[in-house]
């Protein structure tokens, strides 16, 4: 059994990355259905920093209840150290991985030495990726997943009463990904093509080798020419980035075609009917299942998961630096053991 205390990256109040403090804490010990994880690494994740500057741009009322000191992050690869009395599926010294605990509590304090973990958010790690890869795969993946391929849940979505439906997506759909070299995108894209899809991945022109290696068919270097007046006729664009500017690709698609913003934006419902297409958002959730189809993914060599960068769990403040000059491509990962 581990000793009772382990360094964890933890924040006392919220701001930049200068706030994100490497101290001694104590372990946490797992409730029912939970299993307590020795972490091995850790994948970054943008609610990672929402978090840590207080969710400033969410409205109080879909603000999630945290309090401080937290210990943030979601995505984690290790080995189960320990587990509660009513888990079966795992037992010490299985492999792991997950996005845990989102998007219930915000945060699953993974940026730890130790974390606990409910056994429904976890999957086994895929034999064919170490703890680094398999840490960045989670949320990513599971977002990938639950727009393009299955929901797998009824939760309602807090930014709109459509429930997401994805398209079925074949060798005669085109889809449109827009920041497809980042973590969502660069997954969402291997997706696609696993199911037949032609894919026109958005990205800078640094990107370009990079997203024809994993099978775009075209790409579109945003620093030369605007998507929205390149791409037409597409019968679903995957905006990872969305947010306000969401709505220029509206232009982009076929009577029939969909938009989905990662990020919701603002959008008019009699524009969308008028153009004959639908915009519907969706917020990931933790899904142990989900992800152990992902790894199988994997496993086969279908998807492979790309490393921007990794840091030691000291340094996540450098880390966080990193992502905040953006232009990532794949994921950044916290190495803790």
Not at 138 to 167: C, Y
Request: aromatic share 6%; glycine share 10%.
């Amino acid at each position: 059994m581990p000793t009772h205390t382990m360094k964890a990256i933890r924040l006392h109040e919220f701001g930049g990355p200068e706030v994100l403090r490497h101290e001694e804490v104590p372990v946490p010990e797992p409730g029912p259905g939970e299993v307590l994880v020795r972490v091995h690494a850790v994948g970054l994740n943008p609610p990672d920093w929402y978090a840590r500057e207080g969710m400033p741009d969410v409205p109080p009322e879909l603000k999630p209840p945290f309090t401080l000191p937290l210990i943030p992050g979601t995505d984690v690869s290790g080995v189960v150290a320990a587990v509660a009395a009513d888990v079966n599926d795992f037992a010490a010294g299985d492999e792991v991985a997950g996005l845990l605990r989102f998007p219930t509590a915000l945060q699953g304090s993974a940026y730890a030495e130790y974390v606990t973990a409910p056994a429904s958010d976890l999957a086994r790690k895929s034999a064919a990726i170490d703890h680094v890869h398999a840490a960045a795969l989670p949320m990513s993946g599971l977002t990938a997943w639950q727009f393009l391929i299955e929901l797998g849940h009824d939760h309602p979505s807090p930014f709109q009463a459509a429930r997401h439906r994805p398209m079925p997506l074949d060798t005669g759909t085109t889809v449109l990904i827009n920041g497809a070299a980042g973590g969502v995108g660069h997954l969402a894209l291997q997706l696609a093509k696993w199911k037949g899809a032609r894919v026109i991945a958005v990205a800078s022109g640094a990107h370009e080798t990079f997203l024809r290696d994993l099978g775009a068919d075209e790409v579109i270097d945003y620093t030369k020419e605007r998507p929205e007046e390149v791409a037409r006729d597409v019968d679903l664009v995957l905006d990872t980035v969305g947010g306000p500017d969401s709505r220029r690709f509206l232009r982009t698609l076929g009577r029939g075609g969909s938009l989905y913003p990662v990020y919701f934006g603002e959008f008019d419902d009699e524009e969308n009917a008028k153009l004959g297409v639908t915009v519907t958002s969706t917020q990931v959730r933790s899904n142990g299942a989900q992800l152990a189809e992902l790894d199988r993914l994997v496993d086969a060599g279908t998807v492979r998961v790309a490393i921007d960068s990794t840091f030691p769990l000291a340094d996540a403040r450098v880390a966080h630096e990193r992502a905040a000059r953006g232009h990532i491509q794949g994921k950044i990962v916290l190495t803790v053991a």
